[in-house]
């Protein structure tokens, strides 16, 4: 990912909507943003809004294969984990290769630059996860690869049952033998996760959090998803979740917290004042039932947001975003909690930190990571140069103008299949 070039983008977003932006990129970095410019005869044109490229901050490859079949029927979200469970048995380092790469080329056509696999299936060691690396290679993404730490059935301490005994190591410091041999590379990241709180005990959190952290490497764990979890560290451990990360020690800028749904204000407090990343993952989230978390209410006290697709079966990050203010529409019965520019920040630079990337803005020293969303083309529209608003006719009310690059209509309004090119590293990865 170390691609030099120019792009002359028609339009773009600096933190403000600018026009005629030249953009030079030398070793797969931003060297260079020049706005008003014309194009050079080198320059590759991009028509429409051109952004930094999107952050998926937490992903389950394997998880794709349910899409289509478990969103009929009915049950809670601990069915829905039974025939999860079912999907992640069964898989081999070329039969994983070929599926990821399928995911991994859907994300890039929706924008995604970079990934982030919170990857469980240790039953054939790494075999999976370098299945994974290999797998965004192939297609171009940046993967930040989240080994999971899972050693559990539940806080109670009860054991691993089926297909969960695959996901464990054995111990959080066997666990941390295994993750020792994956080594960062061009476009790749190793980071660590707490699976939850149920599938790991105290003192092999702290195991896990301290190789992150002497690594320097991101560290994210699953909290609060479902409120059977809350009563059961209550019943346990005499505190919530969140609590009990703070207890350890976990909870920190390095941190992000996956869902985060089900908190009290004392929770709220501490995620914010140790600024840890919140990821939101809003299409799975509906889909499972799992409610809707306090998520202005997080971003309030401090924390900054980020979204995933955690089970793939919708991989639109522009979704994500406008249903991060959407669902907090219904849950409050106010609008406006979140701001576009806030989404667009929680689809872009702050999931880039949240995995560990230097991207997520345009603008010199980041890495040249960015996309194109042209949404006139799919209107029907002409491409080209933008018109400007034009008088209403008759008693027909002024159009908004769709040409001009407004978040509030990005975000709200575009989807992934917008999307007509994709950077990354400084490399075309997807040109429509
Ligand atoms: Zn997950």
């Not at 980041?366 to 008693?395: E, K, Y």
Request: with cysteine.
């Amino acid at each position: 990912m170390t691609g030099s070039g120019v792009w002359h983008a028609e339009q773009a977003w600096l933190g403000r909507r600018a026009e005629d932006v030249l953009i030079e990129v030398e070793d797969g970095r931003i060297k260079a943003v020049t706005e008003g410019a014309a194009a050079p005869p080198a320059a590759t044109v991009l028509r429409g809004f051109t952004i930094p490229g999107l952050a998926n901050v937490h992903s389950h490859a394997f998880q794709h294969v349910l899409r289509g079949r478990t969103e009929a029927g009915g049950g809670d979200f601990w069915e829905w984990r039974r025939h999860m469970y079912e999907a992640a048995g069964g898989w081999d380092a070329e039969s994983y290769l070929a599926h990821a790469r399928t995911v991994f080329r859907e994300m890039l056509e929706a924008g995604i630059t970079a990934v982030g696999e919170f990857h469980y299936l240790h039953g054939r060691g790494n075999e999976l996860g370098e299945a994974l690396i290999r797998a965004a290679r192939h297609e171009g993404i940046r993967i930040t690869l989240l080994d999971a730490c899972y050693l559990r059935g539940g806080l109670d301490g009860r054991p691993l049952e089926g297909i969960q005994r695959s996901f464990s190591d054995g111990s959080a410091e066997r666990w941390a033998r295994r993750v020792d041999v994956l080594q960062d590379g061009d476009g790749v990241r190793i980071g660590a996760a707490v699976h939850s709180v149920r599938a790991v005990d105290p003192e092999s959190m702290r195991t896990v959090s301290a190789w992150a952290r002497k690594r320097g490497a991101p560290l994210h764990v699953h909290l609060a998803e479902q409120p059977g979890e809350v009563e059961e560290c209550r019943a346990v451990e005499g505190c919530t979740p969140t609590e009990l990360l703070a207890r350890e020690g976990i909870l920190g800028p390095d941190l992000t917290a996956v869902h985060a749904i089900h908190l009290d204000d004392h929770d709220v407090s501490l995620l914010g004042e140790q600024r840890v990343s919140i990821c939101a993952c809003p299409t799975t989230e509906r889909d499972l039932g799992d409610r809707v978390g306090p998520a202005s209410r997080l971003a309030d006290a401090g924390s900054p947001m980020c979204l995933g697709s955690d089970s793939n079966a919708v991989i639109d990050l522009l979704e994500e975003a406008r249903a991060l203010e959407l669902d907090q529409r219904r849950a409050t019965g106010r609008r406006g909690l979140h701001q576009p520019e806030e989404l667009l920040r929680a689809a872009t630079v702050n999931g880039m930190r949240a995995l560990g990337w230097e991207a997520g803005e345009l603008k010199p020293g980041m890495l040249a990571d960015f996309i194109t969303i042209d949404p006139h083309r799919r209107q029907g529209g002409v491409s080209g140069r933008f018109a400007r608003p034009g008088a209403p006719r008759g008693d027909v009310p002024p159009q908004t103008d769709t040409r001009r690059l407004d978040l509030g209509y990005l975000v709200f309004c575009c989807s992934a299949r917008d999307v007509t090119n994709v950077v990354v590293g400084g490399q075309t990865v997807v040109a429509k």
